[in-house]
């Protein structure tokens, strides 16, 4: 017991989350980042021959597992791989100008250009590499100068950009941009209930503000979601359940109040109120403890079964 609630403590500490893709999608985004990174190296070959093509900006792959794995990622938009990696390119050359052969220089772009992307919404992670590379890729990239922008980082840019739109297009629920993917909810569908909540768009930004921290998701996804996920609560509820002895139910909480309990013990038949079982928290709130509690106690918690899919938890359709 106390061997799980270290693993789980340390899971938590280290943020090891749940990968919450199918087996299939994640081929896809490794088919996709193999590739861009090819039509990069084969059109840099071609476009600057020779030893030449030996300039492909590594920072591209970095910009590959954006691109193809989290496409849909506030990170991962045109705007952000254009900008992000446009304006770093722009302060590590000019760093290099100003300073040098100077320890500072390659810290200094970096620093930079992080706060440029924050200023100017284009933050991609992939930048600060660009920038760095600037300072630190010694001769064949400092005598490019400024046409570093332009190649080779501005042509790496354009192949990889052009192929997560043609590749991801392929596939209905990933194209890219983000906005192409945008679910079109038809009049009175049951997301529409959305509203009742109370519950709004500009809640949902203010909320992302209050936090103080940029979050790889943007108000409208996480509209999206909440309308998903309201459209799946409609649907589950018109399904009543039965508590039997092996299940797992979830309490449908929010957050750090959310929690899995599985049913380890009780009677054959699990009928009377005063029944009692024994149940363990498998996930959530209290994970891996313990307890006893009566049918109608248990039944007052449990909002609903859930069964796990091997990387998430998921509601039980009965």
Known sequence: MQSERDEFWLKGLLGIADNRTTHAEKLISALGALLGILCVYLISQWYLGGQDSLLIVASMGATAVLLFAVPHGALSQPWAVLGGHGISAVIGVSCQYLLPNSFLAAALAVALSIAAMHYLRCIHPPGGATALSAVIGGEAIHSLGYLYLFTPVL?????????????????????????????????????????????????????????????????????????????????????????SVGDCYSNGQLGTRWAVRQILDGPDTLASPRDRLVFKTVAGDGCYETGSCTLAEFNEWARFPVDFTGERWVRRHQ
Request: with cysteine.
């Open 155 to 243: 042509l790496n840019l354009l192949c990889m950009l052009a192929v997560a739109v043609l590749f991801n297009g392929c596939f209905p629920w990933r194209r890219y941009p983000a906005v192409w993917a945008r679910r079109i909810k038809p009049e009175g569908s049951p997301a529409a209930a959305s509203h009742s909540s109370g519950l709004s768009h500009e809640d949902l930004a203010a909320a992302m503000e209050k936090m103080n921290s940029y979050i790889d998701v943007t108000s409208e996804e996480l509209a999206e979601l909440f309308d998903l996920a309201v459209e799946h609560a409609l649907e589950a509820q018109q399904h009543t359940h039965r508590l």
